[in-house]
């Protein structure tokens, strides 16, 4: 399993930008080896980088809604139910997590709207120059920070929509089948701190290139770990499958290793709420799933 090593991760405060691109690229290239070897469990980590993005973004928002509690938001919601705007900043990233990257508008104008930012004529064009930055020969990190510079010149109102952008952008330059949620989930992180008062680095002001490269340095090291526990995890619970009699274990097994979490009570088709609790039940004395909502009803499943 890729992981970075000790010399790849930030340490200190970075001061120069060539040192920031090396940390950032080395970094990368091992996450980029993980990206690669499309992993069963790679559903699951995406999703659940997602929900570190999504809560990062909430914190920068001055919220304070827990990881459990956007779980508990988007997993138990009625699909007519209006998630919320903490419901939509999670949308806004599992849409990231999810499908192939896209910068044009029909792939970016939904993600505005779960983040409430209103679409306008400057905010297409900026979106219409992400595409052609995509052919640059330029390093992808740089022209991920170069984009999300741009969308917050042009819309300081969209500073979240900057960052997911960035990341689409990132994996589209590094032709990812699907992006991974990174920027994001190191906002309140040390990269975008700098100066006396380690003011947080507004996208596009000075220094905002280094803090870039920096958090994609340090986020595509915490990713590589997430790697690396869920790949013992997911390993687990491949390897306890074939003891589970139920009918429609297989589709539960594939759940959990596509997705964050998985409601105990809402499965499959195939299995009643019953047994669905009990295979659960049986998943958790084999130690192949963590139960993450820490109450005794209403349970959330997942690596």
């Given amino acids: 399993m890729p992981k970075v090593p000790a010399w790849a991760r930030p ?92 910068l044009d508008e029909a792939a970016v104008r939904p993600v505005a709207e779960h983040l409430e930012v209103n679409w306008d004529d400057q905010l297409a064009e900026v979106i219409a120059n992400g595409e052609d930055l995509t052919t640059s020969s330029r390093p992808a990190p740089i022209l991920a920070a170069e984009l999300a510079a741009e969308v917050h010149r042009a819309r300081p109102d969209a500073e979240l929509l900057a960052f997911w952008l960035a990341d689409a952008l990132l994996a589209k330059k590094l032709r990812w089948p699907v992006p991974v949620p990174l920027l994001m989930g190191q906002v309140n992180s040390s990269a975008f701190k700098t100066g006396e008062g380690r003011r947080r680095v507004r996208a596009g002001g000075e220094g905002w290139g280094r803090a870039v ?37 297989d589709g539960v097994v594939k759940l959990l290793l596509e997705d964050d979490a998985v409601p105990s009570s809402r499965s499959g088709a195939r299995l009643t709420d019953r047994n669905s609790r009990r295979l659960f039940e049986r998943l958790g004395d084999l130690g192949a799933v963590r139960e993450l909502s820490g109450r005794p009803t209403f349970r959330l499943y997942g690596l």
């Fill in 11 to 102: 340490r200190g405060d970075v001061q120069r930008d060539v040192d920031a691109g090396y940390l950032a690229g080395a970094a990368l290239n091992s996450l980029d080896n993980l990206v690669r070897a499309d992993p069963v469990w790679s559903g699951a980590w995406r999703q659940r980088l997602a929900l570190k993005s999504a809560s990062a973004a909430l914190r920068l928002l001055g919220r304070r809604e827990e990881e459990g509690a956007l779980r508990d938001a988007h997993f138990f919601r009625a699909p007519a139910d209006d998630p919320g705007p903490a419901g939509n900043l999670l949308l806004a990233w599992r849409r990231l997590a999810g499908r192939s990257a896209g």
């Fill in 213 to 249: 490269l920096l958090a994609y340095a340090q986020a595509a090291a915490e990713a590589c770990d997430l790697g690396a526990e869920l790949a013992g995890r997911a390993a687990h619970l491949v390897g306890v499958a074939p003891k589970l009699r139920a009918k429609g274990a």
